[in-house]
């Protein structure tokens, strides 16, 4: 199944469970960038409601994408329900009704009920996800995005992001490619101004960065497209070291 049918298959699930409480559907991530692989990427999206969700409400949103995850490319989906009030005015860090990914995937089929009463919070990676979406971001149904999402200010995207790479110096060395990636993504978004995805904030980089840094750069950015394994003996914490000089500076 494409992403665009799959995308409207759970568009057509949402308004089956929800009906009138659901505001919309909006794709943010790689499928908004342009990025998307199906053997890499996840599929995010987020589900905006009009009024809070019930529990029986929420099992049913989690059953049905349990069902489509045969569909679903391999990282699986990333999904936040949010009420559209915190889309239209920004609340950071924002609340969620609801949170699914591969991460909680055996969680929720051990007791989806137990689940689905604890997934809730607030979630301060909403800001960057609202931004994308804003920016290159599309809706799969509902309202048009200009008219319900509301500014997201520049502090709040920032700190978003910045939480991914909280742990670069000390964690580099054993998940390079998320972490070169994004202080790649961060440090073009503080130097340019523009928002990228991580691919782009790479490409940026191999620009923009020192060339003795290009191999670190080239590699991580070839294993996120192919998911091959990082090679060994590359300068990875001098890498950190210079980028977050770069981005506390």
């Not at 670190?216 to 003996?233: H, M």
């Amino acid at each position: 199944m494409t992403a665009k049918k799959l995308l409207e298959k759970i568009a057509e699930e949402y308004k089956s469970i929800l009906g009138a409480k659901l505001a919309g559907i909006y794709v943010h991530g790689s499928l908004a960038f342009g990025c998307y692989n199906d053997k890499t990427s996840d599929m995010d999206f987020i589900a905006a409601v009009n009024k809070p969700l019930s529990l029986d409400e929420k099992k049913a949103i989690i059953a049905s994408l349990s069902q489509l995850e045969n569909n679903a490319p391999e990282k699986g989906f990333e999904m936040s329900v949010v009420l559209a009030e915190c889309c239209k005015k920004f609340v950071y860090p924002t609340p969620f009704e609801l949170h699914y990914s591969a991460v909680y995937r055996q969680d929720a089929a051990n007791d989806i009920e137990a689940f689905c009463e604890r997934m809730h919070g607030k979630d301060h990676d909403l800001a960057a996800h609202f931004t994308v979406i804003r920016e290159v971001g599309f809706a799969v149904c509902g309202e048009p995005i200009s008219k319900l999402f509301g500014e997201v200010p520049r502090e709040c995207y920032l700190d978003s992001i910045t939480r991914d790479i909280a742990g670069a110096a000390e964690d580099i060395e054993y998940n390079p490619v998320y972490y070169t990636l994004n202080l790649c993504r961060v440090l073009s978004y503080i130097e340019s101004g523009k928002v990228h995805s991580k691919e782009q904030g790479a490409q940026w980089a191999m620009e923009n960065v020192p060339p003795v840094f290009s191999a670190v750069i080239s590699e991580a950015l070839d294993c996120y497209r192919t998911a091959e394994p990082f090679p060994e003996d590359m300068p990875m914490t001098a890498f950190a070291e210079y980028m977050l000089s770069r981005i506390n500076r």
